[in-house]
């Protein structure tokens, strides 16, 4: 079973860009949730998404935004870019209703440098 | 807001010894934690989880819970030095959400 697909996983972008990040969860998963660490700040928790309804929210500013599809495929956009938004963003899937306790499991990740 | 803790490290184990790792939380009603290993500059794999008190082995690893004094630990047997890695302790946000609030992670090294 293929794994949680994310892309690009480089990204280099200037100040007051925008960018689309894309994920493909594990077939079956219909939970997408997005994570951004750094190394200051470890991971922080950015949505979470089922059947294309946003469910939590994490603190970061309106810039951030995301959205799921009905193939449960996700992308999120960042408007404005900052130089504090260059990260490791990350994409993680879960199987859904019923399974609350089940983990998350981690695509390889967009690294987004901002100049 | 839930808190997840972890001593940052780095911990430094010799090849074949037991590594230990402990993370503590801040709620009492968490339910299930989650145990992560990131090598560097890739994304958290799942090695364990546990959901009862107790022990939970799995190969090397062992996970054990105790909801009383709100720890969680992972210790891994005879240490490789393909277990350095940062090692990220999680648990759920809230209840009935898969969001999870994560450690900042403990930085181990094995040295051969």
Redesign the interface.
Known sequence: KAGVTQTPRYLIKTRGQQVTLSCSPISGHR?V?W?QQTPGQ??Q?LF?Y?SETQ??K?NFPGRFSGRQFSNSRSEMNVSTLELGDSA?Y?CAS?VGPGG??S???????TRLTVT | QKEVEQNSGPLSVPEGAIASLNCTYSDRGS??F?W?RQYSG?????IM?I?SNGDKEDGRFTAQLNKASQYVSLLIRDSQPSDSATY?CAA??????????????TKLSVIP
Do not use: D, M, W
């Open positions: 939970s949730s994570y470890g991971l928790f979470e089922f469910r939590n994490g490791l990350l879960n609350v306790n983990p998350l499991h981690f695509g390889n990740g | 339910q299930s989650f992560y890739k994304s958290p794999e799942l989880s959901y990220l759920p946000s809230r209840a009935g959400s898969y969001q999870l609030t994560f450690g900042k992670g």
